[in-house]
């Protein structure tokens, strides 16, 4: 057999594929909004990393190259742990899952463990009546699935362990299993605070407006004030709200939602009138307000 004839031959219907399927997997967290740590890394295997493979005895072909199941990989980092589950759930049912792997190290607690979930994936059928999927109907990709954490530690572990390991000192790797297990905590702990945001977010869109009262301005809470006083006309995007909740508190020196709803409360008529105009009277509200404000302290002052 000739590796090296084989692996140009097919190269650039790889290259094809690779650019392909992870275009798809982007589009598809995307939609399901799934945030990861940083974008998505692939690569297609090198010529030279195949032949060390064979010829390290990890892998033997019986009549093709195309039989070794990382050909094309990605990796996806997530940010926290609780996406995994979903990252696997919706490749699984997307793609055809061929395999399924949690690679993970049961080692004494003086050495490192690796942990990875790893997928083999092909097209379904039913892709190939589209022609950019036609060529691609027996291609399998490897999707890696790690936490940030993992990542860092596979990262770190690759850099100084890499076929040496064995030569680190237990001193040296008690002080690197200690880092691990701060790894692990750490991904415990982002879980953690992110429930608890959830659950704070989720009462201050559920609580009563009465205790909303007794907060201060921030995003959520300045859109709560608006929904109220606008009857459910205000609709401002999540950006666009932070903006607006920000140039308030910054030009107005508005910081309570006490305050603001004082100021708006059954001040505007608010039929006929859509997001923008609510907008735009609640600023001459807030600007009629300040000029008031300095004029008092000018007389003041005088």
């Known amino acids: 057999m000739n590796i090296e004839k084989e692996y140009h031959e097919i190269e650039n219907d790889y290259t094809d594929f690779f650019k392909e399927i992870k275009r798809t997997i982007e589009k598809l967290l995307i939609e399901k909004n799934i945030p990861i740590a940083f974008n998505i890394y692939g690569r297609k295997k090198q010529l030279s990393s195949i032949q ?75 892709w190939l009546t589209v022609p950019d999927w036609r060529n691609h109907s027996e291609k399998k990709i490897e999707v890696q699935i790690r936490t940030l954490s993992e990542h860092i530690w596979a990262e770190i572990s690759h850099t100084l362990f890499y076929k040496r390991e064995e030569n680190i000192p237990n001193i040296i790797n008690r002080d690197l299993y200690r880092v691990s297990a701060l790894l692990e905590v750490v991904d415990e702990k982002l879980q953690n605070i992110k429930s608890q945001v959830e659950k704070h977010y989720n009462y201050i869109k559920e609580c009563d407006y009465e205790e909303i009262l007794k907060l201060d301005l921030f995003p959520e809470t300045f859109r709560r004030v608006m929904l109220k006083n606008s009857e459910g006309i205000y609709n401002l ?25 004082d100021l708006i409360t059954d001040k505007i008529n608010l039929e006929n009138i859509d997001n923008d105009n609510y907008v735009d009277k609640v600023l001459k509200i807030l600007e009629a307000d300040k000029e008031r404000i300095n004029n008092k302290q000018q007389e003041k002052a005088s």
């Open 237 to 261: 995007d999540n950006d666009l709200n932070k903006e607006l909740s920000s140039k308030i508190e910054k030009d107005y020196n508005i910081l309570t939602t006490n305050a603001l709803d």
């Open 52 to 126: 060390e493979k064979l010829s390290s005895g990890r892998f033997t072909v019986k009549k093709t190259i195309t039989e070794i199941n990382d050909l094309v990989g990605l990796r996806i980092v997530l940010l926290f742990p609780e996406y995994k589950k979903d990252i696997i759930d919706l490749l699984s049912s997307e793609f055809e899952l061929l395999n399924s792997k949690v690679l993970k190290d049961e080692q004494s607690p003086d050495k490192f463990g690796y942990n990875s979930t790893h997928l083999i994936l092909k097209i379904k059928e039913e």
